[in-house]
């Protein structure tokens, strides 16, 4: 069956289908001898593709851990600026596996990483609307004003973002504990949120992600997904 070669490649468990497109914009990617151009589709029972010469192979067997993914560390496999990045925390589980979406560089907290590229270009799609909660430790000083504000359908980078759930946990005077959960991943959306509500963002921890729970992993430590949560995954994706 002819299909594009990026979501081949993704298949496989090479890489995500994002990062496959990297490659083959890249020209590291051939079908039959022919470098390949984003667009082009292959049929994987019959064509020859190839990644920096070498036989793209099938992984029947796919990983899927959770990372408690700490501060101070990006969710990409390399960094040009040399910060730390996931790939350190995850080089013992002895296969090369890639976030699913992205926890910025001052975030920490639940983050699922996996060498199944086709489900996590699912995953990240906005069509599934996946729910991921946080906790955010804020300052505020007008706080019924700022949880208005935070539970509006706010613009954010020109972009009308959908309404958060947002409940308060707790408060001691202008300090508080909320739970977020959103549908959507804009670049820095519960921070930019805080913002426009006035709110100093002081701690931001991702705790969920669909059915699965962060729980009690410790800080930098990563786990295997058991296989409830794996098909929990999977149902998540419309597989």
């Not at 909660?133 to 700022?146: F, H, K, N, S, V």
């Not at 959103?182 to 100093?200: S, Y």
Request: proline share 3%.
């Amino acid at each position: 069956m002819q299909q594009r070669v990026q979501k081949i490649i993704a298949a496989s468990g090479f890489c995500s289908r994002r990062a496959a497109e990297k490659l083959i914009e890249e020209g590291r990617v051939s079908v039959n001898g022919k470098v390949a151009a984003l667009g082009d589709t292959a049929d994987d029972s019959e064509d020859k593709i190839e990644i920096d010469n070498k036989p793209l192979t099938k992984n029947a067997q796919r990983t899927y851990i959770m990372l408690n993914k700490p501060r101070g560390y990006i969710s990409t496999m390399s960094d040009d600026k040399g910060r730390r990045t996931v790939a350190e925390l995850t080089a013992d589980v002895g296969v090369r596996v890639y976030p699913v979406g992205r926890l910025d560089y001052d975030s920490e907290g639940l983050l699922i990483m996996t060498d199944d590229g086709e489900l996590a270009h699912k995953l990240m799609h906005p069509s599934h609307e996946i729910g991921k909660t946080y906790e955010l430790r804020a300052q505020g000083a007008d706080i019924p004003r700022a949880l208005e504000i935070m539970r509006s359908p706010l613009e954010i980078d020109g972009y009308r973002i959908k309404p958060a759930q947002v409940k308060l946990l707790n408060q001691d005077g202008r300090d508080l504990l909320l739970s977020i959960t959103i549908t959507e991943g804009r670049n820095r959306q519960i921070r930019k949120m805080c913002d426009l509500a006035g709110l100093t963002a002081i701690r931001l921890r991702r705790v969920a992600e669909g059915g699965l729970k962060l729980g009690k992993l410790d800080v930098g430590k990563w786990r295997y997904l058991d296989d409830a949560e794996i098909e929990n995954l999977q149902k998540s994706a419309g597989n």
